[in-house]
């Protein structure tokens, strides 16, 4: 029996991240059940290729979006099993066997990872255990805690969503009631939120949220999005 489960990972200048992301793959490996690895660029112009290349990943390059770049690496995919990380998120050691145990459970239901940040502060802690509990009781976890589903379910409910952004919680909407917590963390760093301030990178995350599900754009989101980004 092949392996059952595609990886896709949408990078844009990932850089070392992408590195730690693939190193803790190698678990599902091991455990014979990663079909293949999928790396979907939007342009990158540092050592993401390179990293790429070592890797011996299948790389499929297109118009940048993290949506797009996700559903572009779906549709190069194989496997029975899609496993959609961020390119800097790292799955704990365990994660292979949760993983299996998953699959072997109920392929109608879709799992996500518990999120955990890459540092001991205490607003990781807080922000992290939101986003936890918002995944738990709302069934919206976002796309850094990662998404395992079978493809078959995937196309139940119309594909991966290739938007801009949101595309996380457009999926998780669709996905709802077929959501279930995998007991495993997922390790997302927190750059971001150290540069900006976890309070301001908060708040900033509620507000597109609420904008979104208000009905704005999410084309119009992501340029804003990109734009605070480079400004901070």
Same mark, same amino acid.
């Given at each position: 029996?092949?392996?059952?489960?595609?990886?896709?990972?949408?990078?844009?200048?990932?850089?070392?991240?992408?590195?730690?992301?693939?190193?803790?793959?190698?678990?599902?490996?091991?455990?014979?059940?990663?079909?293949?690895?999928?790396?979907?660029?939007?342009?990158?112009?540092?050592?993401?290729?390179?990293?790429?290349?070592? *890797?011996? +990943?299948?790389?499929?390059? =297109?118009?940048?979006?993290?949506?797009?770049?996700? @559903? $572009?690496?779906? !549709? &190069?995919?194989?496997?029975?099993?899609?496993?959609?990380?961020?390119?800097?998120?790292?799955?704990?050691?365990?994660?292979?066997?949760?993983?299996?145990?998953?699959?072997?459970?109920?392929?109608?239901?879709?799992?996500?990872?518990?999120?955990?940040?890459?540092?001991?502060?205490?607003?990781?802690?807080?922000?992290?255990?939101?986003?936890?509990?918002?995944?738990?009781?709302?069934?919206?976890?976002?796309?850094?805690?990662?998404?395992?589903?079978?493809?078959?379910?995937?196309?139940?409910?119309?594909?991966?969503?290739?938007?801009?952004?949101?595309?996380?919680? *457009?999926? +998780?909407?669709?996905?709802? =009631?077929?959501?279930?917590?995998?007991?495993?963390? @997922? $390790?997302?760093? !927190? &750059?971001?939120?150290?540069?900006?301030?976890?309070?301001?990178?908060?708040?900033?995350?509620?507000?597109?949220?609420?904008?979104?599900?208000?009905?704005?754009?999410?084309?119009?989101?992501?340029?804003?999005?990109?734009?605070?980004?480079?400004?901070?």
């Amino acid at each position: 029996m092949r392996a059952p489960i595609s990886v896709i990972i949408p990078t844009l200048n990932a850089g070392p991240g992408l590195a730690r992301t693939l190193g803790s793959l190698g678990a599902g490996l091991e455990a014979g059940l990663l079909r293949e690895l999928i790396i979907s660029d939007g342009g990158s112009n540092d050592e993401t290729l390179a990293i790429v290349e070592a *890797a011996g +990943a299948e790389l499929v390059q =297109g118009s940048v979006g993290r949506g797009v770049q996700i @559903a $572009r690496g779906i !549709a &190069a995919a194989e496997g029975a099993w899609l496993l959609v990380l961020h390119a800097d998120t790292v799955l704990d050691g365990d994660w292979a066997d949760a993983a299996h145990a998953h699959i072997a459970g109920d392929q109608a239901k879709a799992g996500y990872f518990r999120l955990r940040f890459d540092t001991g502060a205490f607003a990781a802690w807080v922000v992290a255990g939101w986003a936890n509990l918002r995944s738990r009781l709302l069934g919206l976890p976002y796309g850094d805690q990662g998404i395992l589903v079978s493809a078959q379910l995937l196309a139940d409910v119309g594909g991966y969503p290739p938007l801009p952004l949101m595309e996380d919680v *457009a999926l +998780a909407r669709a996905l709802r =009631g077929r959501l279930v917590a995998v007991p495993v963390n @997922a $390790r997302t760093s !927190a &750059a971001k939120y150290v540069r900006e301030g976890w309070l301001r990178r908060g708040a900033k995350n509620l507000w597109l949220l609420v904008r979104y599900f208000c009905g704005a754009d999410p084309a119009q989101l992501a340029r804003r999005y990109q734009q605070s980004d480079r400004s901070s």
